[in-house]
């Protein structure tokens, strides 16, 4: 069963280096129910720590909630939302930490599409010349611009595989808001 038209749903796992989310549980067991395929991420904020302390975190996080939900399929995410210069190398140490103890080489880095750019905060350095890695640019209607329509982000790359277009959304088995994304090209399922 596939609920109000919703396929999938990326869940809040933790947030820094010691913020596990107290609604995971619940959140990823509602959207497993409701026929939702899921995956988990972690916002992080590098002036709170390294790549490394983050990812940690995330590990830990994960092995608390692994036992009580299994069914976590898309792959890992990183939320990187920061004003920091050099986010593509921060969130690639991240990956590859979380890549070796988990053994799922995709991973996916989220942000504000234009960090994509090679300009940007995260740039595109770091993450171009690997092949596991996908973007999840967020442009919403909040901040239009000539053509703007849910899975058509102003930024446009071959990995991007899925555009948050809307802030204030709803999901089955989700409690309170969601942030509404469109998949742009068939969904990475697998196991971690």
């Not at 920091?84 to 991240?94: A, D, L, R, V």
């Not at 995709?106 to 996908?134: C, K, L, M, Q």
Request: aromatic share 12%.
């Amino acid at each position: 069963m596939y609920g109000a038209g919703k396929r999938f749903a990326y869940i809040q796992l933790c947030r820094g280096v010691d913020s596990p989310d107290p609604l995971c549980v619940d959140n990823l067991k509602g959207a497993v129910a409701a026929g939702l395929a899921v995956g988990l991420y972690q916002r992080v904020f590098p002036q709170l720590g390294s790549p490394e302390q983050h990812a940690l975190h995330y590990l830990a996080c994960w092995n608390r909630v692994r036992a009580h939900v299994p069914d976590v399929t898309l792959p890992p995410a990183v939320d990187y939302e920061e004003r920091i210069p050099g986010g593509g190398p921060w969130c690639m140490e991240y990956i590859n930490i979380i890549r070796q103890a988990t053994g799922r080489a995709d991973h996916v880095i989220y942000s504000s599409g234009s960090w994509f750019e090679p300009n940007g905060f995260i740039g595109t350095t770091a993450w171009t010349d690997d092949p596991g890695i996908r973007i999840w640019p967020a442009h919403t209607d909040a901040w239009p611009y000539p053509g703007w329509a849910p899975g058509n982000p102003k930024f446009k790359h071959p990995r991007a595989f899925v555009h948050q277009y809307d802030q204030d959304g709803t999901c089955p088995g989700i409690e309170g808001k969601a942030l509404l994304d469109i998949s742009m090209k068939p969904l990475p399922l697998g196991r971690t």
